[in-house]
């Protein structure tokens, strides 16, 4: 069956730096636009960066994380990564990864909803 490990969430200080790994299993990974989201006590699940399929030439990112964060995929690996740099104390959340089917496309080629599958979530807190 499809599955979806994150890893690499902790604690850090404001203005320190974390990178979230996500290992996929049991399914083709070059065919499936990945995304990372994040979940804060009290807030609803918010996209926060999203990779189109193939070769991940489209990328979108939420503007909270412009310019700090950045999302890439390694297709011999299976693994979506999340390179988040200058954290703030408003990123500290769940942070998931997801994936949606997407072997063909066209426009931008990345998913900001409707994913098809989840991982667990990593925790990330950044403290000020």
């Known amino acids: 069956q499809v599955q979806l490990v994150e890893s690499g969430g902790g604690l850090v200080q404001a203005g320190g730096s974390l990178r979230l790994s996500c290992a996929a299993s049991?399914?083709?990974?070059?065919?499936?636009?990945m995304g990372w989201f994040r979940q804060a006590p009290g807030k609803e699940r918010e996209i926060v960066a999203a990779i189109s399929s193939g070769s991940g030439g489209h990328i979108y990112y939420a503007d909270s994380v412009k310019g700090r964060f950045t999302i890439g995929r390694d297709n011999a690996k299976n693994t979506v990564y999340l390179q988040m740099n200058s954290l703030k104390a408003e990123d500290t959340a769940v942070y998931y990864c997801?994936?949606?089917?997407?072997?063909?496309?066209?426009?931008?080629?990345?998913?900001?909803?409707?994913?098809?599958?989840w991982g667990q979530g990593t925790q990330v807190t950044v403290s000020s």
């Open positions: 997801a994936a949606d089917f997407k072997p063909y496309w066209t426009g931008t080629g990345y998913s900001l909803g409707g994913y098809d599958y």
């Open positions: 049991g399914l083709t990974f070059s065919n499936y636009a």
